[in-house]
């Protein structure tokens, strides 16, 4: 089913398409001179179209650095309904996930915790690199 619509906040959009369940939620909207549409769905054509914005204000140009300093993306899961059953669990175990966003100076950590289960990583902005990134609380060796 079809859906369109916007959020002004950090919320789960989900998405199924026969068989596979999809969650995705954004991570910290960063830029704002106003408040912001941080979530919009809506149909182009035969697709559904999910933007996640990480700026909100007048156009303008950015400079290189201001540029590196936006930050977006989302946390995803994926899942089918021979693993959960139904759609409606899929979302349940989702909303139980808990995202931290940060930034301090030029560091962001994200973190997303699902029970003993988690990813953790800190990212270093300015210079567009990884410091290092954490499964399940394991340091992976190689994260660039």
Known sequence: QDHAGES???????LRDSDVYLGLYPLTLTHTDRPARMIEVR???PFQAVTFNSYAGPARDFSAVELRQICGG???????AREWGN???FRQSCREIVIEDSLY???RRIRCLWGRHGVDMLYDVQCDDMVWAKINGTFLEDVT
Do not use: H, P, T
């Open 8 to 14: 002004y906040g950090a919320q789960w959009v989900f």
């Open 43 to 45: 149909k182009i054509g």
């Open 74 to 80: 989302f946390a995803f899961c994926i899942g089918s």
């Open 87 to 89: 759609f409606a669990a």
């Open 105 to 107: 100076q030029c560091l």
